[in-house]
């Protein structure tokens, strides 16, 4: 509550609101989730935060994860998505600066995030993995001040890795699972490994239904690439400063890297894979 008092006296009446909404929604206590939740030494389910560049696959992991954890994937870049296709008030504005490689203002991203855990909150969901969010050290703050996040993973690849990922990422638009038609062989610079990742195909029945995000061009790439360094960078710093930070350097694509980030994590997919279906 003292969290909460001191936010109100902080923040912006809008942001007040939404942030007492995102309060309300992170203090719930039971989860009835068919997945066991993982619950943390703080005798509540996780909550995760997933940071990095545009590209390097933080919905994939996270999306790993949550279904490890049986917490909540709950990605901002798709609650945008979603407002955007639904022609709701706000999608024309959305689109504009979507597809400009920019950020949405942090009063509606707090608001489309408030209204998904509220929702999440009355189907018993509880504990996160958020992905996308917080993009701005303002973000940052106003969740600090409402809620304790456990943990935030950093996940790295070099950008030139980066700019290929997001020229071959795919979605199935019926399924909506993400894939990649890339298949990218980077030399290592600095003393740095190389980097090989083997393209991630889809099902044959994903093949006809395969759409690419109208803002993973080339321009809107690099946009959103410098756009990260300026103002997302700085929330890297900000959870450092908090001890929260976990930077994890990708060494290649999933079959690599998910073993190797699971340890980094101190899960073990087997063991969770076994409690999830005790
Ligand atoms: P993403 O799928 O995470 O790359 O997000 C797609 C787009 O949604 C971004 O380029 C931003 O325009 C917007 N967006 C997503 N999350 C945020 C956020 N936390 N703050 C501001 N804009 C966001």
Not at 48 to 77: D, N
Request: aromatic content about 4%.
């Amino acid at each position: 509550m003292a969290a909460l008092t001191r936010l109100f006296r902080s923040t912006t009446t809008t942001q007040n609101a939404a942030a007492s909404f995102i309060h309300r929604s992170l203090t719930t206590a039971a989860a009835t989730q068919s997945v066991t939740p993982r619950i943390d030494p703080k005798g509540r389910n996780v909550q995760w935060v997933f940071l990095g560049c545009p590209g390097v696959g933080k919905g994939t992991y996270a999306s790993r994860l949550s279904a490890l954890l049986g917490v909540p994937h709950i990605a901002t870049g798709d609650l945008v998505r979603e407002e955007l296709s639904s022609s709701g008030p706000l999608s024309k504005q959305l689109e504009e600066i979507v597809n400009q490689g920019k950020l949405v203002s942090d009063e509606i991203i707090i608001n489309l995030l408030s209204k998904r855990l509220e929702a999440g909150e009355a189907k018993g969901e509880s504990g996160f993995i958020l992905d996308g969010f917080p993009r701005t050290v303002r973000q940052a703050e106003i969740l600090n001040e409402v809620t304790d996040i456990d943990l935030v993973v950093n996940l790295k690849l070099p950008e030139n890795v980066l700019m290929e990922k997001c020229l071959g990422r795919r979605i199935c638009s019926q399924c909506g699972k993400n894939f990649n038609v890339a298949s990218i062989n980077v030399k290592g610079e600095n003393g740095n490994p190389d980097i090989s990742m083997a393209p991630l195909l889809p099902p044959s029945n994903c093949v006809s239904k395969l759409i690419t995000r109208s803002d993973d061009t080339e321009a809107i790439v690099s946009e959103r690439l410098r756009i990260y360094n300026e103002k997302s960078q700085p929330v890297e710093d900000f959870y450092r400063g908090l001890g929260k930070l976990m930077v994890f350097d990708l060494p290649g694509g999933i079959p690599e890297s998910l073993p190797k980030l699971l340890e980094a994590l101190n899960l073990d997919e087997n063991e969770d894979k076994r409690s999830a279906t005790a």
